[in-house]
């Protein structure tokens, strides 16, 4: 993937995402590997690099099977499609590049500008309709029909739901086939809501593929949100996402932001910053109440929490844009309540003790700049 800059200025693609110590770089599973290259990057140091790799591996790299997906503004997406050239390096005509709205395949997944994979969905469902049907000839129970679908026809739509996720109307019409199979074409001999219970509580444990999904959502969810070196990148690129997609109104500064989950500024969740696959999973944090939860919360995790835009602020009208509070964001950098607190303890702040902090040009917080005439 590469990613050239609208303008002028050098910009990383999609803004800073903020984690301290890691730019991703290149993905590796397997024998497949996807490289990214920011604005910045030279691809001819990449092309040596892989050249003396498979001068000392004796291993080559298939251009055929090689492709480029752009990133960045749709001009500089376009520019780089008609000239086939990033950074000054030509790219090889072997290579391919994807255009707008083509999908590329991706370890299964299907990812790309604008594309829509209904066609792949279409595939998908012939496919278990095909199962379905040659099992029909076999005439299996009722019971029989249900391990059919569990194993065989929801298996081969599991993984694509779970890596480009599915639209409602293909969602409905699966279930609608897989109902139909079931009951063999006639009417259900029970309710679809009672057949999708377990045997234990009087239903056929007929596997519901809406809750399905939405268990795949909340599964997303959960790795977004965990902690620690166990934590994925693309969580930090879906922080930027979602501080895009902030409203306009008020104004949120930047260095205030931390976690969306951990903070109680507001998105808008059909702005077109957000990618579908990133909406359903907030409307899907929103549907349940995903909030943060603790009965008693150590003093570390206390002292971990934002400063600005606190979940449990008492006041909940106090203004984050104030001068006080644009004096804690810029000169002390304050972003915890850690640091807000250690502010505190070195400078004996009150209300009635002005801030004493001077910068490297030795004005006070308090001091207006001073203009030169």
Same mark, same amino acid.
């Given at each position: ?40 990057? %030279? ?42 050239? !990033? ?31 209904? %066609?792949?969905?279409?595939? #998908? ?58 009951? /063999? ?9 009672? @057949? ?18 939405? @268990? ?57 910053? #957000? ?21 008693? @919360? ?13 979940? !449990?602020?008492?006041?909940? /009208? ?34 009635? /003790? ?6 490297? /040009? ?12």
């Amino acid at each position: 993937m590469v990613s050239r800059p609208s303008g002028s200025k050098s910009k990383r693609y999609g803004g800073d995402i903020r984690k301290s110590d890691t730019r991703v770089l290149v993905k590796v599973y397997a024998d497949d590997t996807t490289v990214f290259l920011g604005p910045d990057d %030279d691809p001819k140091k990449l092309q040596d690099c892989l050249d003396i790799f498979c001068l000392a591996s004796t291993a080559r790299f298939n251009n055929l099977k090689t492709e480029i997906i752009p990133l960045g503004s749709a001009d500089s997406r376009r520019e780089i499609i008609r000239t086939r050239e !990033f950074n000054n390096w030509k790219i090889d005509n072997e290579i391919h590049i994807a255009k707008e709205g083509e999908a590329v395949r991706i370890l299964g997944s299907w990812q790309g500008n604008k594309v829509n994979i209904q %066609d792949k969905w279409n595939e #998908m469902m012939e496919k278990q309709l095909k199962t379905m049907k040659w099992w029909n000839f076999h005439y299996p129970s009722v019971m029989g029909r249900v391990l059919i679908v569990k194993a065989l026809v929801i298996s081969l739509a599991y993984y694509l739901m779970t890596v480009n996720g599915i639209t409602r109307k293909c969602l409905l019409a699966m279930e609608k086939n897989i109902r139909h199979f079931i009951w /063999n074409g006639r009417k259900g001999q029970i309710a679809w809501e009672r @057949a999708i219970l377990p045997v234990k509580e009087g239903g056929i444990g007929a596997p519901s593929v809406r809750i399905r999904y939405k @268990a795949i959502k909340v599964g997303w969810l959960k790795k977004w949100w965990t902690t620690g070196p166990d934590r994925p990148d693309w969580a930090w690129v879906a922080n930027e996402l979602m501080l895009q997609a902030a409203q306009k109104r008020p104004n949120i500064a930047r260095p205030t932001v931390k976690e969306w989950i951990c903070q109680s500024w507001l998105i808008k969740v059909q702005s077109d910053q #957000m990618p579908n696959s990133l909406r359903e999973v907030v409307k899907a944090a929103q549907k349940y109440n995903a909030t943060i939860s603790v009965m008693r @919360a150590p003093m570390k995790l206390r002292l971990e929490m934002p400063a600005f835009h606190h979940p !449990f602020a008492r006041n909940k /009208n106090l203004q984050n844009n104030s001068k006080a509070m644009r004096c804690l964001q810029d000169n002390h950098e304050a972003k915890t309540v850690g640091d807000l607190v250690q502010i505190v303890a070195e400078n004996g702040l009150n209300p009635t /003790n002005p801030c004493l902090y001077e910068n490297l /040009n030795g004005r006070k917080c308090k001091e207006k700049p001073r203009t030169h005439s």
